[in-house]
Nanobody, 125 residues
């Protein structure tokens, strides 16, 4: 079955960096787009970044220029490099797999079929 396992979260000071990883299994990873979303306490889950199966990338305005999404198809892994972190970036970060033949935009959670369990990122001094 499909499994998505996030790792790399933790506590970091403002201005610091973290790299999140999402290890995928149970499907042909290289044929699917992948996304990262985040959810802060008491708020809705929101789009962060996505990468298509041909490595086109998409970013939320709030992270553009600070975060970089990438994928390694040989390792079935998608990454989220986060630089210049701010306290507002504090959230649980989730990776997700695009639904086959989805026509919903990359920023919409409804376009994703499978989700990981999430990893906590806390930005605080």
């Amino acid at each position: 079955q499909v499994q998505l396992v996030e790792s790399g979260g933790g506590l970091v000071q403002p201005g610091g960096s973290l790299r999140l990883s999402c290890a995928a299994s149970g499907f042909t990873f290289g044929s699917y787009g992948m996304g990262w979303f985040r959810q802060a306490p008491g708020k809705e889950r929101v789009f962060v970044a996505a990468i298509s199966w041909i490595a086109n990338t998409y970013y939320a305005d709030s992270v553009k220029g600070r975060f970089t999404i990438s994928r390694d198809n040989a390792k079935n892994t998608v990454y989220l490099e986060m630089d210049s972190l701010k306290p507002d970036d504090t959230a649980v970060y989730y990776c997700a797999t695009r639904s086959r033949n989805s026509t919903v935009g990359y920023s919409h959670p409804g376009g994703y079929a499978y989700w990981g369990q999430g990893t906590q990122v806390t930005v605080s001094s």
